[in-house]
């Protein structure tokens, strides 16, 4: 098993930048998870770790060794495409055996090592079939199955459940979990879904414009996220954001925007106080928006008058758009609320889970 580390990594297509000073520890046996936007940079590191992009700058390192120029099949890695790429003409066994038979397996360890791997993903009966015979979760499984035979230090997926539906997607990804736990093997994982990121990560490593802007687990990256692209990023319905700046009013500190001003709870006054007069950008996740009638006891709330725009009826909640002046908000009420299209209510603001960033570096402010 291996480590893998990033080490001032870079790489130019020409002018464009595609990742920049890209810096990260990976620990054996680890699952991490690169999660972005659109040319972010997530498949380009991870097909710089494969060997199938050369740096420009920096290195590489799998376990204590770089990896810069050593040629992608001497890697010890083992990669799932967003493609499955299976041949047609063969079966699923000789789709998971042919790269072994390349590298001159011999039959035996060749049989063995698809047997298992067929049994660890349930596809046992379906070795004799053709791709064209095989459903897409099946599909899918197969390209996995191939990666496992070649028993890697290291697993490289790609987006591998992009191509499957909704139910699909759910169910396998918490078979590659299981997988992992299973082989204890070190992931790499990349994905745009950030609901995949945070159920499937031991970290996450999210990307934009092919800088890393924060590495952390799903919880910290939840919880305490280190900008407003972050923070926007992970959870969804994302975060709402409301531009403001920070004032004191009858002794207390408190957030100002153009509709409303909102009193910061007393025990994080502290914190705040130095930044007092500062532009600052306010950041509430719906589910800390309620009605309140139904909200949790014991916050630290503060109430917005709004009026209602759309509801969506999810079954556990309703999400609820809210609109004060031209701004509009989401909050996630529960399902007895009386809110209704048109109506002008009260929504409950619990100020012991927001968030403040500056607004001109846009970084938390902690």
């Known amino acids: 098993m291996a480590s893998v580390t990033y080490n001032h990594v870079t790489k130019r297509f020409g002018?464009?930048?595609?990742?920049?000073?890209?810096?990260?520890?990976?620990?054996?046996?680890?699952?991490?998870?690169?999660?972005?936007?659109?040319?972010?940079?997530?498949?380009?590191?991870?097909?710089?770790?494969?060997?199938?992009?050369?740096?420009?700058?920096?290195?590489?390192?799998?376990?204590?060794?770089?990896?810069?120029?050593?040629?992608?099949?001497?890697?010890?890695?083992?990669?799932?495409?967003?493609?499955?790429?299976?041949?047609p003409h063969m079966d699923v066994y000789d789709n998971m055996a042919f790269g072994l038979k390349l590298r001159g397996t011999p039959k035996d360890d060749i049989k063995r090592r698809v047997e298992k791997a067929a049994d660890i993903l349930g596809i046992h009966s379906l070795l004799d079939r053709k791709p064209k015979q095989l459903s897409g979760g099946q599909r899918q499984r197969v390209a996995v199955g191939r990666a496992i035979v070649r028993e890697p230090n290291v697993f490289l997926m790609d987006e591998p459940l992009s191509n499957l539906?909704?139910?699909?997607?759910?169910?396998?990804?918490?078979?590659?979990?299981?997988?992992?736990?299973?082989?204890?093997?070190?992931?790499?994982?990349?994905?745009?879904?950030?609901?995949e990121a945070m159920t499937m990560g031991t970290r996450i490593a999210v990307l934009n414009d092919g800088i890393l802007q924060q590495v952390d687990t799903p919880q910290n990256l939840y919880d305490y996220p280190s900008n407003i692209f972050v923070a926007g990023f992970i959870g969804s319905p994302s975060m709402n954001f409301f531009d403001g700046e920070l004032t004191e009013r009858d002794g207390r500190v408190a957030v100002e925007t153009d509709d409303f001003t909102l009193d910061i709870p007393e025990n994080r006054e502290d914190t705040y106080r130095p930044h007092l007069g500062k532009g600052i950008v306010l950041g509430v996740r719906p589910e800390d928006i309620h009605d309140p009638d139904f909200a949790p006891p014991d916050i630290s709330q503060q109430l917005v008058e709004a009026e209602v725009d759309v509801t969506e009826l999810m079954g556990d909640e309703v999400v609820v758009y809210l609109k004060k002046a031209d701004k509009e908000f989401l909050g996630r009420f529960d399902p007895r609320t009386d809110a209704k299209v048109g109506k002008t209510m009260s929504a409950a603001f619990n100020m012991d889970r927001m968030h403040i960033f500056d607004r001109t570096t846009e970084k938390a402010i902690r």
């Open 15 to 87: 002018d464009v930048v595609a990742v920049k000073d890209l810096n990260i520890d990976i620990a054996d046996k680890e699952f991490l998870v690169f999660v972005g936007p659109s040319g972010c940079g997530k498949s380009t590191s991870l097909r710089l770790l494969a060997g199938l992009d050369e740096i420009s700058e920096g290195e590489i390192l799998i376990g204590d060794r770089v990896v810069n120029d050593v040629p992608p099949k001497d890697r010890d890695i083992a990669m799932v495409f967003q493609s499955y790429a299976l041949y």
């Open 165 to 195: 539906d909704a139910k699909l997607r759910v169910q396998a990804r918490a078979e590659i979990s299981k997988l992992h736990q299973r082989l204890e093997t070190t992931f790499i994982y990349v994905t745009h879904d950030q609901v």
